[in-house]
Structures are given as C-alpha cells and as structure tokens.
C-alpha cells in the first residue's frame, strides 16, 4: 500500500470513505480506494447509536486504530477531533494513535465537547490556543509519515474571512493539509482553493443533507482539492439497508425474500478472508 504522503504528491484526488471498524476498513480496501477515514461520526453511530456530539473517547479511538491496522495495511485517516483535550492530550493522542499505524490525524479547533460540523451550535477555542495544539501535535508526531491535519470551524461561527484566517496561521506551524469545514457555497469552496492551492494539499468533506454543496471527487479535483472524504455516508447506507433487513425478517419470519440483497454464509468468509486464514493456521498444527 501506498503512504499517504505519497498519494498526495500525484495528480489525482484521493477518495477516502469513512470506516468505523475492520471490516469497513477491509472492505474500503477491497473496493479499490487507495484510504480510508477512521469517521468519529460513524464510531459515535455504530458503537453507541448516538449523534457525533463529542461522546468518543481518546482510548476508543485509538483501539479502533488498532484493530484496522491489524487487519489492513490502507493507509487510515483518523479523525481526532479535538485532540481530546489542551495541548497536552493532544500530543498524547498524537502518540497513541499514530503509533498505533495512522497515516494521518486530523484535529480541530471546537472546544469540548465538539460536535458534527454540520451540526450547529459549535464553539471554538481561541486562534492562539488551537496553534499551540498543532504545535504539540507535530511535536509528538513519532515520525514524519505521521500527517497532522488541520481543521477549522470557524465558517459556521465566526464567518468565512475568519476561517480563512485561522487557517493561515494553522498553515504557519507547518501542518501538512488544512480542512476547512462546512464551506457553504461554490463561492466559498472556491475561495478556500483560490487562498491555499499550491500551498498546502487540501481537504472536503461530502456530508449527504449537510452544509456543503456536494461534489463528485472529479469536480473537487478540478477546484483543486487533495482529498475528499465520505465520512457518514457508509454508516447511513448500512442504517437504510438494516431498516430493509429487519423488516423483511418481520413481515416474512424468514430471510428468503432477502437473499439476493446479502452475503450467504461461504460468501461472506471469502470477503473476510476465512479459507486464508485457517490454511495459514495448518502450520502450526501439532504433527500426526
């Protein structure tokens, strides 16, 4: 697999669908994308069914970390959101999770508790402290393919000019890609590019219903974008695809109807990698 410093010299755009565990990671792989996005979002949906307002810990984070990397090498993206704390978490979470086998670690400006970014009511710590944080994080980072991404918030609370801002001064401590969240119109997104293209590789995020117009990964490039990731939208597929599931099993007491719309059980090993598996265990097995 390809390192994400790498992937982000060449000329097109990465796509990094969200995971929340190893088989979506797996999956992510095996679908032929080149990264993926450890999502916050989708962790605070699937292991707890609630909203992306700050409930996931530093710990649980990083032990989703290693269980992906254990089984895939696709270089992760993991979402940080806040650093979990001052400085100092930070730099613990930098050390935690990128020694654990992330590629790239993304932190934010919102104070604790965050929440989504296209959640509204979010709040932000101060330009100078969230400069301070990136600091520690580059500080802490245990080697240089570690990337620290930079996001800010400030679009949805202290306007477009000032996120533009705070960007630049998250660009100065020589962080490797600036987020800028939420961008509201074409405008915007295009101003985001028109300030830092060719400064620093730079990062979208596509939420379904949020508050970014959505673009396909080409039209992105062709803005100017290094990456674009689809965080919630794995999750969301799965709901939608559980809600059919579990309704069929209701109505009919049987998953007949359901079949061609699943994996049976021998297909299902084959996607995770069953027969591999246990042929590789046939050598340790005692003689005669």
């Keep these: 697999m390809s390192n994400l410093r790498e992937l982000f010299k060449g000329p097109e755009i990465v796509v990094a669908p969200g995971c929340y565990d190893a088989l979506s990671a797996l999956m992510i792989q095996q679908a032929g994308f080149k990264a993926a996005y450890l999502s916050g979002a989708a962790l605070s949906y699937t292991r707890f069914g609630r909203s992306d307002i700050g409930l996931v810990s530093m710990s649980e984070v990083a032990d989703t970390v290693s269980v992906i990397t254990e089984r895939t090498p696709i ?10 704390g001052n400085a100092l978490n930070t730099q613990r979470t930098v050390k935690l999770v990128g020694g654990r086998g992330a590629q790239g670690i993304q932190l934010e400006d919102q104070t604790m508790p965050k929440r989504c970014g296209h959640l509204q009511g979010k709040s932000l710590v101060s330009k100078g402290e969230m400069v301070g944080k990136l600091k520690a994080a580059l500080d802490a980072r245990p080697h240089d393919g570690v990337l620290i991404i930079a996001r800010t918030d400030a679009i949805a609370v202290e306007g477009f000019e000032a996120a533009l801002d705070r960007a630049e001064a998250y660009l100065e401590t020589g962080i490797d890609m600036l987020f800028i969240e939420a961008p509201r119109t074409e405008a915007e997104l295009q101003g985001i590019v028109k300030r830092f293209r060719g400064r620093v590789p730079l990062m979208a995020n596509m939420v379904e219903g949020g508050e970014t117009p959505l673009k396909d990964a080409a039209q992105l490039e062709g803005l100017g974008f290094s990456l674009v990731i689809f965080p919630g939208g794995t999750v969301r597929t799965l709901a939608q695809r559980f809600e059919e599931y579990f309704a069929s099993l209701k109505r009919h007491g049987s ?34």
Excluded: A, S
Aim: proline share 9%; net charge negative.
């Design 255 to 288: 998953t007949g109807p359901f079949r061609d719309r699943m994996y049976d059980f021998k297909g299902f090993n084959q996607v995770i990698g069953t027969p591999e598996l246990l042929e590789r265990g046939k050598r340790y097995d005692p003689e005669g």
């Design 75 to 84: 270089p992760l993206i993991v979402d940080c959101d806040t650093g979990f």
